[in-house]
């Protein structure tokens, strides 16, 4: 289907920089033309954009989906309690069917708060593959893999299956990487087996890294060096990396960052919530780093909320470094879009709002009380837009919501077997 979004300001993250005022989008699974109107595109469907703001639809570039089932079950608690004495013995009592039912409740939510494309990390990544495939929304799928003994081989080649079950699927809007859970769970020569199936799949990798300085002062214990140097040095770096917190890195880690190209991912709500620290945004986006943005779990964060992100990823910075200029609004904005991309090696196709890219864009609704007056969209955007004020979301040209309603998901049905699934699992 060709649809027309009329008359609508645009922020396209193209690297111009800029807000186009009263433009007018042609696309069908792609953007055909942005500009003037042209009677030589047939269109199908008319959207007004009036009172309405496009923008690329938000990247999650670091999440565990499955994970909403526990929202509000172990909180206040610093993060190795919350792992060892909450999240993991629960987590081994869950089945494929509680994972379908959490991916499709957070799914919702993210389509609700403009997020269009995601990379999760967790377990029964088939299931997520499903519930992915029914939203029509875009993501990685990684399978978590901690090392057990006499498991290891069993937990590589599930990766392997969800790789050839799944990348490429849903018109392209699947991918599949490879995911050593951290270097604190993975020996040296486990995670040496991750990278040569990364290469041998020719995808690339998922990693926690630094993200406690706990698991770095083990790291400096153990092997002499940062988790960052660590892995470097068995030659993690080589694939692309999606690298998840970075929170306690130094002038060293990031050097080896900016040289490997490694995509750090920021999760500042989900950092500040488990006293992680926070990382160094402002320092590795001065570098050139590609710094990236997600959520985390629901249940370390409580939310999937994105736009919270792009205003915590601004604002932290600021207050940490006593710099108000430090992580700018438009820099919030391409940590949650361009970067996000990026680090899903998406870029080609998603991230900006451009002729030839894929249709991943979201409307905001921009008739509302908090967002007058129009001073500044960028600001607005970074500082001011609630996840509430997400109007329309649309993937490879499908509408997937329109005016709060999605299309795709029975969304009561959802939060009915996702409550049932969640009490089910915790009496288990």
Not at 192 to 212: V, W
Not at 241 to 253: F, G
Not at 335 to 340: A, C, F, H, P, R
Request: proline share 3%; with cysteine; net charge negative.
């Amino acid at each position: 289907m060709t649809i027309l979004i009329k008359d609508i300001t645009l922020v396209p993250m193209d690297g111009k920089n800029e807000v186009i005022e009263k433009t007018n989008i042609y696309m069908d699974d792609k953007i055909i033309h942005i500009g003037e109107l042209r009677d030589d595109i047939e269109v199908e469907r008319v959207i007004d954009g009036k009172n309405k703001v496009a923008m690329p639809g938000l990247i999650n570039a670091h999440t565990h989906i499955g994970m909403s089932l526990l929202r509000n079950f172990a909180d206040d608690l610093p993060l190795h309690d919350w792992l060892t004495k909450k999240i993991w013995p629960t987590e081994a009592k869950l089945i494929g069917e509680d994972v379908y039912w959490g991916s499709l409740l957070s799914i919702v939510e993210m389509i609700q708060s403009g997020t269009t494309a995601f990379c999760d990390m967790y377990f029964f990544m088939d299931q997520v593959g499903k519930a992915l495939e029914e939203s029509g929304i875009r993501g990685v799928l990684t399978r978590g893999l901690i090392e057990e003994q006499g498991k290891n081989e069993e937990k590589l080649d599930e990766t392997k299956d969800l790789y050839n079950n799944w990348h490429g699927k849903g018109n392209g809007r699947i991918k599949v990487m490879v995911a050593p859970h951290a270097p604190y769970t993975c020996s040296p020569d486990f995670l040496k087996e991750t990278i040569k199936l990364a290469n041998e799949l020719n995808t690339g990798i998922h990693i926690h890294l630094s993200e406690t300085k706990k698991e770095v002062e083990d790291s400096y214990k153990n092997f002499g060096k940062s988790p960052i140097k660590h892995v470097y040095d068995l030659g993690l770096f080589d694939v692309h990396t999606i690298a998840a917190h970075c929170v306690h890195v130094d002038d060293e880690d990031i050097e080896i960052m900016k040289e490997k190209n490694v995509y750090p991912v920021n999760n500042p709500g989900s950092n500040l919530k488990l006293a992680s620290g926070f990382a160094p945004v402002d320092k590795m986006l001065k570098k050139g780093i590609s710094v990236a943005l997600g959520t985390d779990g629901s249940s370390s964060n409580n939310n999937l909320n994105m736009f919270e992100e792009i205003n915590l990823a601004a604002i932290v910075n600021k207050a940490v470094n006593l710099d108000a200029v430090s992580v700018p609004a438009l820099d919030a904005l391409k940590m949650s879009t361009v970067n996000g991309a990026k680090a899903l090696a998406w870029f080609d196709e998603i991230g900006s709002v451009e002729a030839g890219k894929k249709a991943d864009l979201i409307l905001i609704d921009m008739d509302k009380p908090h967002l007058y007056p129009r001073h500044n969209i960028i600001s607005a955007l970074a500082y001011t837009v609630q996840a509430s004020d997400v109007d329309t979301v649309i993937v490879d040209g499908r509408i997937i919501m329109e005016k709060r309603e999605i299309k795709t998901l029975d969304v009561e049905k959802i939060k009915y077997m996702a409550e049932k699934h969640a009490k089910d699992l915790i009496n288990r």
